[in-house]
């Protein structure tokens, strides 16, 4: 029941655990994969701030 409750007041409910548990995995283990890395692209330098201002715009506009 107080479950319930939560999702409805917060919108933190058994999804939003299991994606933070899921980011979380990713950041953990990901990098133990992985091989050397060289440095970014250019592209890569510009895309990565275009992207996260989207999503900043796209949680601005849902939360309204």
């Known amino acids: ?3 319930n409750i ?3 007041d917060y919108g933190w ?3 939003s655990t299991m994606v933070l548990l899921m980011v979380a995995a990713i950041l953990l283990f990901a990098p133990l994969v992985m091989d050397s890395l060289g440095p970014p692209s250019a592209l890569m330098i510009l895309l990565i701030p275009v992207i996260l201002v ?10 309204d």
């Open 54 to 63: 989207a999503v900043l715009y796209f949680l601005h506009e849902a939360s």
């Open 1 to 3: 029941m107080f479950n």
């Open 6 to 8: 939560m999702e409805e």
């Open 13 to 15: 409910g058994t999804c």
